[in-house]
């Protein structure tokens, strides 16, 4: 039986994604390394936790010594790349974390499975010749668009945040490992993600608990910052398509082409909360601007083209259909 390292897989989308990888690959089993920080939440994982084909370790991947244990004792046949530091605001405060997590993270990963792997430039070792490694990361390394336009593979790159440039630069450590030793490397770059497991620092969590909490509902500068969003299960299927079909080397942007302003995801989480859990007033009332961040991104919007027509990848959910799934399970869990 084939052995997958998932790194991160106790945050939001490594944790949608591994029940789904489990249940659609019998012939597999998974090791999550995970160092539980704050974003980290085993209870995500409890549908696989008792599964003897699923197996966590708590530990840092940048811990390099840990890692090369790991790949020793499970015989690692590939790896799927979640673990990252993901919060914008978090990286203006404390950017030093973002340096060690997503750079010298990624790199011990991704050196260690590379030694584990392969003798020489362009050598596998034998029975690791279809060995794979997937980066996770995220259409922020693109920086900003305009009003129109959309990002592509081939985007340049021009990260704003201390986020996306520790993500940029986890995507090139990535790129190089191709380029100089030949390895079987695949990265996926998506659009902001929702649905149920995320942390609740994010901006959809925290206009639903903020506005069933009745406090003010905080929006950045005037809210007309665009995001394209992305069911989370939709990403999972899209990464699972790219971990089995993509061609090695290439990047392959994953989106929803589900285009909307701050203000209007926080007005339609109010209209539904006022259908579903209705008081005196309407939730919009709560809405409340407050100061911009420093270098806030105008727009992000991502092309999806090439895993579509190449590996027949489609969303399944548009942002009505996802957002209603999205509110439920929040209630659920804020109630």
């Known amino acids: 039986m084939q052995t997958v390292l998932i790194t991160g897989g106790a945050g939001f989308i490594g944790s949608n994604f591994i029940p789904c990888f489990l249940e659609n690959n019998k012939d597999l089993t998974i090791v999550n390394l995970d160092l539980l920080t704050y974003a980290g939440d085993l209870s995500n994982l409890k549908e696989v936790e008792s599964s003897d084909r699923y197996i966590f370790v708590k530990g840092d991947i940048c811990d390099r010594k840990l890692v090369e244990q790991l790949f020793g004792k499970y015989n690692f046949l590939s790896v799927i790349h979640f673990a990252a530091e993901s919060h914008v605001d978090n990286s203006i405060k404390n950017p030093d974390s973002f340096i060690k997590t997503n750079i010298l993270g990624t790199f011990n990963i991704l050196d260690v499975a590379k030694n584990y792997w392969i003798d020489a430039s362009n050598n596998y070792k034998k029975a690791f010749e279809n060995s794979r490694f997937h980066h996770i990361s995220t259409d922020e390394v693109y920086g900003s668009l305009g009003a129109t336009g959309l990002f592509t593979e081939v985007t340049p790159y021009a990260p704003n945040s201390?986020?996306?440039?520790?993500?940029?630069?986890?995507?090139?450590?990535?790129?190089?490992?191709?380029?100089?030793?030949?390895?079987?490397?695949?990265?996926?770059n998506c659009s902001n993600n929702y649905g149920p497991k995320q942390h609740d620092e994010k901006l959809i969590p925290t206009?639903?608990?903020?506005?069933?909490?009745?406090?003010?509902?905080p929006i950045y500068g005037d809210g007309k910052n665009i995001r394209d969003w992305l069911y989370v299960l939709d990403h999972c299927k899209g990464i699972e398509l790219v971990y089995k079909n993509g061609k090695?080397?290439?990047?392959?942007?994953?989106?929803?082409?589900?285009?909307?302003?701050?203000?209007?995801i926080a007005n339609t989480i109010c209209e539904i909360l006022d259908q579903e859990k209705p008081k005196e007033i309407s939730y919009k009332e709560q809405i409340s601007f407050v100061k911009d961040r420093p270098?806030?991104?105008?727009?992000?919007?991502?092309?999806?083209?090439?895993?579509?027509?190449?590996?027949?990848?489609k969303a399944q959910e548009n942002f009505e259909s996802g957002i209603r799934k999205t509110i439920k399970c929040y209630l659920d869990k804020y109630n």
């Open 162 to 188: 201390p986020y996306s440039a520790s993500k940029a630069s986890s995507d090139f450590l990535v790129r190089s490992y191709f380029h100089t030793y030949g390895m079987n490397v695949i990265t996926t």
């Open 295 to 313: 270098g806030h991104d105008f727009r992000y919007a991502i092309d999806a083209t090439k895993i579509e027509e190449e590996l027949g990848w």
């Open 207 to 217: 206009i639903i608990r903020k506005a069933v909490n009745g406090e003010n509902i």
């Open 248 to 264: 090695a080397g290439e990047t392959y942007n994953i989106g929803g082409k589900n285009e909307r302003n701050n203000l209007n």
